[in-house]
Every structure is written in structure tokens, then in C-alpha cells.
Nanobody, 118 residues
Framework: QVQLVESGGGLVQAGGSLRLSCAASGSVFSINTMEWYRQAPGNEREFVASITTRGSTNYAYADSVKGRFTISRDYAKMTVYLQMNSLKPEDTAVYYC??????????WGQGTQVTVSS
């Protein structure tokens, strides 16, 4: 099984930046992509960004974060990052890391709170 540990959330003013980290351990070779999702109170969990972990690197972003958020990976550390710039109050949510792969490679992190004040 894969275990994911997120860090880097916090409180920031609008226009500020935060970087989230997601460290994977365990059956990491069963992972195909790493993804970030977020869930605001009263809303469904929504996709934010993804990055492949094998072969050529492919990226995907939600329209709402394109140009502001950047996903990256450090394969040696098995860590994925989400650099969030130009943050808006509507970015406030709990951010979750998700590993997608085989049954052993799929897991959710515990979530980290991001709060953007206006």
C-alpha cells in the first residue's frame, strides 16, 4: 500500500503564495500519476492538478487554477509539490493528495487546510 503525507497548508492573504508537499511511501512503484484535489465546505471534492510519475511527464490543471498553480515532482524524494501563486479567497479549501495506480498504488492523503483571506 501507498501512504501519503501532505504538508504546507496555512493562512495567506489574497495574492499570496503557498507550496504544498505530498510525500509518498510504501508501494510507490505502483503509482502512475499523482493528483491534487480540493474540497471547500459544502462543495464536492474537485480536481486541481495532476502529474504523471512514469516515462514522459504529462500535466493537467483545472481551468480555475491554470496559470496560477504549478505541479511538480521530485522523483528521488517521491514527493509531489503544488506551488500556488496569486491565491484567491475562492481557493480556500482542504487540499488532498491522491496517488493513482494499481490497487496497491492508490491512496488519499489526510488533507491540508488552505485559507486565503481577502
Amino acid at each position: 500500500q501507498v501512504q501519503l503525507v501532505e504538508s504546507g497548508g496555512g493562512l495567506v492573504q489574497a495574492g499570496g503564495s503557498l507550496r504544498l508537499s505530498c510525500a509518498a511511501s510504501g508501494s510507490v512503484f505502483s503509482i502512475n500519476t499523482m493528483e491534487w484535489y480540493r474540497q471547500a465546505p459544502g462543495n464536492e471534492r474537485e480536481f486541481v492538478a495532476s502529474i504523471t510519475t512514469r516515462g514522459s511527464t504529462n500535466y493537467a490543471y483545472a481551468d480555475s487554477v491554470k496559470g496560477r498553480f504549478t505541479i511538480s515532482r521530485d522523483y528521488a524524494k517521491m514527493t509531489v509539490y503544488l506551488q500556488m501563486n496569486s491565491l484567491k479567497p475562492e481557493d480556500t479549501a482542504v487540499y488532498y493528495c491522491y496517488s493513482r495506480g494499481t490497487a496497491a498504488g492508490s491512496a488519499w492523503g489526510q488533507g491540508t487546510q488552505v485559507t486565503v483571506s481577502s
